[in-house]
């Protein structure tokens, strides 16, 4: 008898309510007879950890169910993710329409590595609908963007999107790890194949790296494929973790958005901010399509504008190492980054002018603890000896439009 099966056994009639980590990078059958019903899908049961696992299966059926997908696959990163969702729907001679505000990893997959297969990718302000339109009318395979853009939080209008994506025969696919499917299902405004990278708000432990990928019908079928080709296989252990973050979601987002909505509110009337960006402030350039496609709340990453520039954000840094300098997002605590040296460090100035991001921008991921916590490690952050006057020039999303 095998290992495993002497363990089932001692079991008795009990059985574990938290469904157990499979750690096991193959499986064994009792004869080839079984092997060919598993193969063929006549029977369920695992061969080969790349090709599917247990934990993997459990995660992407909590995750499409969630998602409204009616398939879903989990990768080992949030960029494997976009990979499994892409790969399989572009071929040399196609063109991909994408947003000119992505995540700078998915940016390089179309500036850099795409075309070397022959596909090529326009870039548009995806809230330009006319220039969506006009990019479309050359026959596009993929149109590509993110609920809530990264750094400055820009909304897509993905029933727009998706309707004019569909006119032109194309599929609409979304980056939905800003919003999380807590606030936006993007399958259910029109899309066509969904991603998030569970690396941040699902996981939501920072201690975990996975993707999931969903979709409509049978339009991920050919993904897993691609997934297991590419080898973009998803740990066990991190999706048992990640289920783990999804039973906590729900919960921890509303408390995210809740504290950070009032976080927003209360960063403007700060002396040394000059600008907060917040996707449920009036002042932000999307906010009444935010609250269309965003009804159950505005998430849960914000931005500020340091009067000072990096000076400044080197002080904040120093001064508040309760709110800890790291460039991710999505942690139970509150974290913060600097997208013009992280994220977007190799974007070109130009770009970075034309986007807003300047020098004294600080994005926040706020966390689930007690706002007054939060902010009274963020009034240490903002304490400023009075600079030098020095004329700064803050570029604004809405000047940058
Ligand atoms: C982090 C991130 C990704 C990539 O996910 P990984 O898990 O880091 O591979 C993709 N899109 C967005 C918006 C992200 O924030």
């Keep these: 008898m095998s290992e495993p099966q002497r363990a089932a056994d001692a079991l008795g009639p009990s059985s574990p309510l938290v469904a157990p980590l499979y750690q096991s990078a193959v499986y064994t059958l009792p004869d080839l007879d079984a092997l060919d019903r598993v193969t063929d899908g006549a029977e369920p049961g695992f061969i080969y950890q790349r090709d599917a696992h247990p934990n993997a299966q459990l995660l992407a059926a909590d ?13 080992g990163s949030g960029m494997g993710a976009i990979c499994a969702l892409v790969l399989p729907h572009v071929k040399q001679g196609d063109r991909v329409v994408a947003s000119n505000r992505l995540y700078g990893r998915t ?5 850099q590595e795409l075309p070397r297969f022959g596909v090529q990718t326009t870039f548009i302000d995806a809230n330009d609908l006319g220039a969506v339109r006009a990019a479309l009318q050359t026959p596009s395979r993929v149109l590509y963007a993110e609920t809530i853009s990264n750094p400055l939080l820009r909304v897509a209008d993905l029933p727009a999107l998706a309707r004019l994506a569909h006119e032109r025969d194309c599929l609409l696919v979304v980056d939905n790890t800003f919003a999380t499917p807590i606030l936006s299902r993007p399958l259910e405004h029109g899309a066509d194949l969904v991603m998030e990278s569970l690396t941040k708000m699902i996981g939501g432990h920072s201690d975990l790296m996975l993707g999931f990928a969903g979709g409509k019908g049978d339009l991920l079928a050919k993904s897993s494929q691609t997934a297991t080709v590419w080898g973009l296989v998803a740990s066990p252990f991190d999706c048992w973790l990640a289920r783990r973050g999804l039973a906590t979601l729900a919960l ?4 995210a958005c809740a504290n950070a909505a009032r976080l927003a509110e209360w960063l403007q009337s700060q002396p040394s901010v000059a600008q907060v960006i917040y996707p449920g402030l009036s002042s932000h350039v999307d906010h009444d399509l935010a609250k269309r496609v965003l009804p159950h709340g505005f998430g849960n990453m914000l931005c500020f504008e340091l009067r000072g520039g990096r000076e400044a954000v080197n002080r904040f840094m120093r001064q508040a190492p309760g709110i800890p300098f790291s460039p991710s997002l999505g942690h139970t605590a509150t974290t913060c980054s600097h997208p013009g040296t992280t994220s977007h460090r190799y974007v070109s100035a130009a770009d970075k002018e034309r986007q807003g991001i300047g020098d004294g921008l600080i994005r926040l991921s706020v966390g689930i603890e007690e706002l007054s916590g939060i902010q009274s490690e963020m009034s240490k952050g903002l304490e400023q000896t009075p600079l030098a006057a020095k004329p700064i020039s803050i570029a604004s999303p809405r000047a940058a439009r």
């Design 63 to 75: 995750l499409a169910a969630l998602e409204g997908a009616d398939r879903g696959l989990v990768c």
């Design 107 to 111: 940016a390089q997959l179309f500036t």
């Design 252 to 255: 921890r987002q509303h408390a």
